[in-house]
Every structure is written in C-alpha cells, then in structure tokens.
C-alpha cells in the first residue's frame, strides 16, 4: 500500500511513466490510494498545463476517472483524524500537505511524492526516481493476495 500526493497523480496524467508504473504494480496486488483533495488538487492545477500542450479538459475527466480504476481516493473522514498530528509533522514547511501525510498516517504506509516537505516527517517517503524498489518488494506473485 501506498498513499500518492497530487503531484504524482499530475505526473500519472502529463506522463507516461509514473502512470506505467501505477499500472503495472496495480495489476501485482500494490494498493495505491490518494486523499481525495489530491484529485481535487489534480482537477484544479491540470487544466492550465493540458492547455499548454494542447489537450482538453474532457481528457483531464477521462484521464481521472481512468486513474480511479488504479488510485482509490481516501476519504476525509477517515484521515482527518490525524490532521492535528500531520499538521505537527509538517510545521515549518506546507502545512497544506496534511492530507497525504494524515493519509498514510491513517493506513499505515509510506507515501509517493516529490515533494520534500515530506521527508523527515515519521513516514517513508519515496519519490519517483526510487519507488520501483518500493513497489517491488510490494507486488504479490500474479497480482493476488499472499496467505498466510
């Protein structure tokens, strides 16, 4: 299991790795899931840099909605129990950010980010360049459940 920041949902729809990523692991039983602002946060910053690259917003909707196949989004409820808690870890840098870290809090796993206010906050935090080691160890044989 792993909790994505909007900046990677961003990259999983401007790019084709991240996204190649997503997919591939998905398909060998590695949850991902993303607080349901940073889809929010995705539908907001987007637009302007599909625009730069001459895409629609209609591609943005189908390239979300795609990705929730993938990407479970985690409910406010359930992370704003940390809040308070995320909000400590992140003091001094972006405390707009508590909900990814609220949301890994709530599940017990690391996050996926490039963001470094992450870094140093009590929680594994693998950007991009390194996740696959992440994902690796994650992946269940044929995608399914291990047994105990």
Known sequence: ??????????RAILGRRVRQLVETYA???VRFF?????????????????K????SDAE????????RHFI???DHELYSVFESEARQRLRARDENDWPVLASALALG???WTEDADF?????????????EIFLKAEAKPNGSEQES
């Open 52 to 55: 730069k690259l001459g895409k």
């Open 60 to 67: 943005l909707s189908a390239s979300l909605e795609y990705l």
């Open 72 to 74: 479970a989004p985690v």
């Open 27 to 29: 398909a060998l039983g």
């Open 109 to 111: 796993c690391a996050m």
């Open 119 to 131: 870094f140093g906050t009590g929680i594994a935090a693998w950007t991009t360049n390194r996740i």
């Open 1 to 10: 299991m792993i909790v994505l920041d909007a900046n990677i949902l961003i």
């Open 34 to 50: 993303a607080p349901d602002v940073a889809f929010d946060d995705a539908e907001k910053y987007l637009p302007p840099l599909l």
